[in-house]
């Protein structure tokens, strides 16, 4: 056996009842389109997009209504034509139960659907093998389609990848109990899907496509090797698998047909592999080839509470309880349980909430056929676990990481491999929700990874802070001392200038004021004699013409004395006037010798 056609043992894995019978049998039905639908913005694993309409535009189905600005985001179509009513927090279909914000639309009355335009759709590429890729790939972000299989990842993404790409893998395995719709699609619509995968081959420029089938739908299996026939295509061939949960795992799936394992924490893509559903290459088909963006899907309805189990085509954002009221569901007084997805990954859902791209399937089980779990025992340490894991991971390791809080050590024992088949759980003699342990530890370790980041980022805030703070300070600082440095010098400056009139100001005062003391003396001694009056004299005019030279220097220099100079030069002035009057008087009156 050659090494293409060969397939690899998967590890681990189980055999549940599988429960499809009760959906397959009967073609896929389309259910009527609902009187509203609710588009939540957040319909993929990307980012939400951004609504492009108003509270009351009309719009008409497939029209263009919400568009995300970031690569990794799925645009939002119109699913029936009509009137947008509200823009608001609406209950979404996801495990964590909450409200996203979403686009309600209410369809239009008879009268007005008979004058408006029944569907927008884009320019078909009926001769899609002449298209470049970059085109292709456009084409499939217009359309607006995220992977069918779970995820719900943008597929354009997928297209985008900078690595060579030598395997394309279409997964129809569909191992999941109660789920038929991938069954149905391709014995209904095998053709359909041979030209997504091609439309795929020429995009990643690969030499080979496996589709993959489990043994258990051998009608699938005759009816894409039929359309194979039609077209020719060597490079497309079939891969019958063995029957066993969960061998439509992507990393378990990539092993059972190349023998090669996905390294842990990478993708497909690290092999030069890509996986697609069959129904998004279905997708793909009809937004490239009949110009049809993504605005329905096919879901299984089925469980014992299911009066009519099938296979429907059901508008998107059509509320779950309309889908179910469609085939005879009972969901007024006591609602009834709905999983969305089958018994081992699936997850209870408000039934208020709408159906979105990745419903593949509503399961609504009857008491009896979901009874409520046991409460668990203590684990017994059997090690049935380790034995049915798929990953080849120790189950039972990471439950105690999970029960003590060790989050490090869950991580180092690659709890991120887990895939959260529940195989473990479902072969746990003492029923452990292994499953739900692993889904909070992991929750655990993302809300520790975060609050680190956040730690870090305020780490890298504060220090910028005290970095600039200290900038600014030292900035200050040097201004403070540039500026005390310039006032020194001023000082000096001013020193430098100031000291000499000051001294001779202090001098002349000091001779004014040894004149005053000589005359007083005088006085007070004897009569003041002639030769007494004319040193006063004398005295005073030396003052003053010292202090003329000093005053006329400073004028010139345009020293700031000048203003002090002028006023002592004024009082010796005065002293000079009245030593002069007094010895003139001195001589009139005949005192003199």
Same mark, same amino acid.
């Given at each position: 056996?050659?090494?293409?056609?060969?397939?690899?043992?998967?590890?681990?894995?189980?055999?549940?009842?599988?429960?499809?019978?009760?959906?397959?049998?009967?073609?896929?039905?389309?259910?009527?389109?609902?009187?509203?639908?609710?588009?939540?913005?957040?319909?993929?694993?990307?980012?939400?997009?951004?609504?492009?309409?108003?509270?009351?535009?009309?719009?008409?189905?497939?029209?263009?209504?919400?568009?995300?600005?970031?690569?990794?985001?799925?645009?939002?179509?119109?699913?029936?034509?009509?009137?947008?009513?509200?823009?608001?927090?609406?209950?979404?279909?996801?495990?964590?139960?909450?409200?996203?914000?979403?686009?309600?639309?209410?369809?239009?009355?008879?009268?007005?659907?008979?004058?408006?335009?029944?569907?927008?759709?884009?320019?078909?590429?009926?001769?899609?093998?002449?298209?470049?890729?970059?085109?292709?790939?456009?084409?499939?972000?217009?359309?607006?389609?995220?992977?069918?299989?779970?995820?719900?990842?943008?597929?354009?993404?997928?297209?985008?990848?900078?690595?060579?790409?030598?395997?394309?893998?279409?997964?129809?395995?569909?191992?999941?109990?109660?789920?038929?719709?991938?069954?149905?699609?391709?014995?209904?619509?095998?053709?359909?899907?041979?030209?997504?995968?091609?439309?795929?081959?020429?995009?990643?420029?690969?030499?080979?496509?496996?589709?993959?089938? %489990?043994?258990?739908?051998?009608?699938?299996?005759?009816?894409?090797?039929?359309?194979?026939?039609?077209?020719?295509?060597?490079?497309?061939?079939?891969?019958?698998?063995?029957?066993?949960?969960?061998?439509?795992?992507?990393?378990?799936?990539?092993?059972?047909?190349?023998?090669?394992?996905?390294?842990?924490?990478?993708?497909?893509?690290?092999?030069?592999?890509?996986?697609?559903?069959?129904?998004?290459?279905?997708?793909?088909?009809?937004?490239?080839?009949?110009?049809?963006?993504?605005?329905?899907?096919?879901?299984?309805?089925?469980? %014992?509470?299911?009066?009519?189990?099938?296979?429907?085509?059901?508008?998107?954002?059509?509320?779950?309880?309309?889908?179910?009221?469609?085939?005879?569901?009972?969901?007024?007084?006591?609602?009834?349980?709905?999983?969305?997805?089958?018994?081992?990954?699936?997850?209870?859902?408000?039934?208020?909430?709408?159906?979105?791209?990745?419903?593949?399937?509503?399961?609504?089980?009857?008491?009896?056929?979901?009874?409520?779990?046991?409460?668990?025992?203590?684990?017994?340490?059997?090690?049935?676990? %380790?034995?049915?894991?798929?990953?080849?991971?120790?189950?039972?390791?990471?439950?105690?990481?999970?029960?003590?809080?060790?989050?490090?050590?869950?991580?180092?024992?690659?709890?991120?491999?887990?895939?959260?088949?529940?195989?473990?759980?479902?072969?746990?003699?003492?029923?452990?929700?292994?499953?739900?342990?692993?889904?909070?530890?992991?929750?655990?370790?993302?809300?520790?990874?975060?609050?680190?980041?956040?730690?870090?980022?305020?780490?890298?805030?504060?220090?910028?802070?005290?970095?600039?703070?200290?900038?600014?300070?030292?900035?200050?600082?040097?201004?403070?001392?540039?500026?005390?440095?310039?006032?020194?010098?001023?000082?000096?400056?001013?020193?430098?200038?100031?000291?000499?009139?000051?001294?001779?100001?202090?001098?002349?005062?000091?001779?004014?004021?040894?004149?005053?003391?000589?005359?007083?003396?005088?006085?007070?001694?004897?009569?003041?004699?002639?030769?007494?009056?004319?040193?006063?004299?004398?005295?005073?005019?030396?003052?003053?013409?010292?202090?003329?030279?000093?005053?006329?220097?400073?004028?010139?220099?345009?020293?700031?004395?000048?203003?002090?100079?002028?006023?002592?030069?004024?009082?010796?002035?005065?002293?000079?006037?009245?030593?002069?009057?007094?010895?003139?008087?001195?001589?009139?009156?005949?005192?003199?010798?």
């Amino acid at each position: 056996m050659s090494r293409v056609d060969r397939i690899w043992p998967l590890p681990g894995g189980i055999h549940p009842p599988e429960h499809k019978s009760e959906s397959n049998g009967r073609p896929i039905a389309r259910l009527p389109a609902p009187h509203h639908v609710v588009l939540p913005l957040h319909q993929n694993s990307g980012l939400p997009a951004e609504p492009m309409v108003a509270i009351g535009e009309q719009v008409q189905r497939g029209q263009l209504i919400a568009k995300g600005h970031h690569p990794v985001s799925a645009l939002v179509h119109a699913t029936i034509s009509g009137r947008v009513t509200a823009i608001e927090d609406r209950p979404f279909a996801h495990p964590s139960g909450l409200s996203v914000p979403s686009i309600v639309i209410e369809s239009l009355s008879d009268q007005e659907a008979a004058l408006s335009p029944e569907a927008v759709s884009m320019a078909p590429m009926r001769d899609w093998a002449t298209e470049t890729k970059e085109r292709l790939v456009s084409r499939i972000q217009e359309a607006g389609i995220t992977g069918l299989g779970g995820a719900g990842f943008p597929s354009h993404i997928k297209y985008l990848g900078q690595r060579q790409i030598h395997t394309l893998i279409v997964n129809g395995v569909e191992c999941e109990p109660y789920i038929t719709a991938d069954d149905r699609l391709m014995r209904e619509h095998a053709t359909d899907i041979v030209t997504g995968t091609q439309i795929a081959l020429k995009i990643l420029s690969a030499s080979t496509a496996f589709i993959a089938i %489990e043994d258990n739908k051998p009608e699938a299996i005759s009816a894409i090797k039929a359309a194979l026939v039609a077209v020719t295509d060597t490079r497309i061939k079939v891969k019958v698998v063995p029957t066993k949960y969960p061998s439509g795992g992507e990393k378990q799936l990539v092993y059972l047909l190349t023998g090669r394992e996905v390294p842990s924490g990478d993708i497909p893509a690290s092999l030069g592999i890509v996986m697609q559903n069959t129904g998004t290459l279905y997708a793909i088909k009809e937004a490239v080839v009949s110009g049809t963006p993504m605005t329905e899907r096919v879901v299984t309805i089925t469980g %014992e509470g299911t009066p009519n189990p099938g296979n429907y085509w059901v508008t998107i954002g059509t509320p779950i309880q309309d889908a179910l009221a469609a085939t005879q569901v009972a969901v007024t007084g006591n609602r009834p349980r709905v999983i969305m997805g089958g018994p081992m990954m699936g997850y209870d859902v408000d039934i208020t909430a709408p159906v979105s791209k990745v419903t593949n399937c509503l399961l609504v089980p009857s008491a009896t056929e979901f009874p409520t779990a046991p409460d668990p025992d203590p684990c017994i340490r059997c090690g049935l676990c %380790e034995q049915a894991c798929p990953a080849n991971l120790l189950p039972q390791k990471l439950f105690w990481n999970a029960v003590h809080h060790e989050w490090e050590q869950a991580r180092l024992n690659s709890l991120s491999d887990c895939i959260e088949c529940g195989a473990c759980s479902w072969v746990c003699p003492s029923n452990i929700p292994l499953v739900q342990h692993y889904r909070f530890a992991k929750a655990e370790i993302k809300r520790e990874a975060i609050e680190t980041i956040k730690a870090d980022q305020s780490r890298l805030r504060f220090e910028q802070r005290q970095a600039r703070l200290e900038r600014d300070a030292a900035e200050k600082d040097a201004k403070r001392k540039a500026r005390a440095a310039e006032a020194a010098k001023a000082q000096a400056a001013k020193a430098q200038d100031t000291p000499s009139t000051l001294d001779a100001s202090a001098k002349d005062a000091i001779l004014a004021s040894v004149a005053r003391a000589k005359a007083k003396k005088a006085a007070s001694t004897g009569p003041v004699t002639q030769e007494a009056l004319e040193n006063t004299v004398v005295l005073a005019q030396q003052a003053v013409d010292k202090t003329r030279v000093k005053l006329a220097t400073a004028v010139s220099d345009g020293l700031p004395s000048v203003e002090a100079l002028t006023g002592a030069l004024q009082k010796l002035e005065k002293r000079l006037a009245d030593a002069q009057s007094a010895l003139q008087s001195h001589t009139e009156t005949g005192d003199a010798p």
